[in-house]
């Protein structure tokens, strides 16, 4: 079987990274998320900061300025010409083409389920979750109080939906934009991760 | 391992018809259509008034037996046909509850996921495809000429995408509201139905 491409897209609080991290560890693959931002930052001249501080959070003031500037922001650390407000989605996009050129892995987030779209072997997967399981992962790994997580998860797929629809055109979280949604509050992280690797079987 | 009840929201031309009389055949359980909902629902006569008065009439085993049948009872001859939205909408429910209350069932269409989405055992599924492949199905199976095969999936999605935000205040097609969602030009119908039937085990 030909290693596959998993791309893992989730609601915020949702599992979704545990689970690909689970998928990524039984079939022996890389698995890709923040590491992706690192490089990024070094192939396309950002500062680790910037990327890391913008990734998801690229307002719309910030890219319309970029718009009609055309120049680096005086924040942007390093100095490649940034001519548009694409820019950073291309370089992603780049690497996340580069990564998948390598062969089998698993990558959360970064729209990677829309950047390759077309490259066989991949597998592109969704994952929601209902309110109070959210707001007890939240609280439970990330450490946000409880009466702060819903309103922290708003704001997170918000931003998600955001960045998702402008750089992709599609809607975020729309089941027919992704090969395979499933609910981890209905099958529990264990149980998505074993439907993920029996869809993956299946390509 | 309890039977389960599996409803199914499908894209026009995307299989998902198929993919629940294959799952209902292969778990032995009963496959109950929108069509057979909606005569159920009109030939019945079930107007608010009718169902509030004669609830305690419509026995479950009943309903059971028209379902089946598709032909209408006696004891129903005298109800009006429903032209009411809002009162069609009531009555669909009614069949769909009474149908599942009778034991594992698959359902497909009429918003059945939403109206037994508090029902335990219940697993409810959104198939999509590939606009080239829907149009080869409608082409094929509904003999849907393929200039008018485009047109024809978007006027019916459209129609069911409005029906659904109308009477159930969620977002048709919108992942998190259903457990699992597929696309059948990845897996084809067969593939879709085993995944839907391993996600049916671990209920």
Request: proline residues 3%; contains cysteine.
């Given at each position: 079987?030909?290693?596959?491409?998993?791309?893992?897209?989730?609601?915020?609080?949702?599992?979704g990274r545990q689970i690909g991290e689970q998928v990524a560890k039984t079939l022996g693959l890389p698995f890709y998320d923040s590491t992706l931002i690192d490089i990024v930052a070094?192939?396309?001249?950002?500062?680790?900061?910037?990327?890391?501080?913008?990734?998801?959070?690229?307002?719309?003031?910030?890219?319309?300025?970029?718009?009609?500037?055309?120049?680096?922001?005086?924040?942007?650390?390093?100095?490649?010409?940034?001519?548009?407000?694409?820019?950073?989605?291309?370089?992603?996009?780049?690497?996340?083409?580069?990564?998948?050129?390598?062969?089998?892995?698993?990558?959360?987030?970064?729209?990677?389920?829309?950047?390759?779209?077309?490259?066989?072997?991949?597998?592109?997967?969704?994952?929601?979750?209902?309110?109070?399981?959210?707001?007890?992962?939240?609280?439970?790994?990330?450490?946000?109080?409880?009466?702060?997580?819903?309103?922290?998860?708003?704001?997170?797929?918000?931003?998600?939906?955001?960045?998702?629809?402008?750089?992709?055109?599609?809607?975020?979280?729309?089941?027919?934009?992704?090969?395979?949604?499933?609910?981890?509050?209905?099958?529990?992280?264990?149980?998505?991760?074993?439907?993920?690797?029996?869809?993956?079987?299946?390509?």
């Amino acid at each position: 079987m030909i290693q596959p491409i998993i791309t893992i897209s989730r609601e915020f609080g949702s599992g979704g990274r545990q689970i690909g991290e689970q998928v990524a560890k039984t079939l022996g693959l890389p698995f890709y998320d923040s590491t992706l931002i690192d490089i990024v930052a070094q192939k396309s001249g950002y500062s680790l900061e910037f990327v890391a501080e913008n990734d998801q959070r690229i307002t719309k003031s910030m890219l319309f300025q970029f718009a009609i500037s055309g120049s680096v922001p005086p924040w942007l650390n390093g100095g490649k010409d940034i001519t548009n407000r694409d820019t950073l989605f291309t370089a992603q996009s780049k690497v996340i083409r580069e990564l998948a050129s390598q062969g089998g892995c698993v990558i959360v987030g970064r729209c990677a389920n829309y950047v390759l779209r077309d490259i066989p072997g991949h597998l592109s997967v969704f994952i929601s979750g209902k309110l109070n399981d959210k707001v007890k992962r939240c609280t439970a790994e990330y450490g946000i109080h409880p009466d702060a997580a819903e309103a922290e998860m708003i704001e997170r797929d918000r931003n998600r939906a955001n960045y998702y629809s402008r750089f992709t055109g599609e809607v975020w979280g729309e089941a027919k934009n992704y090969d395979l949604a499933l609910n981890s509050s209905k099958f529990g992280i264990e149980g998505v991760a074993q439907i993920v690797l029996m869809a993956a079987q299946k390509l």
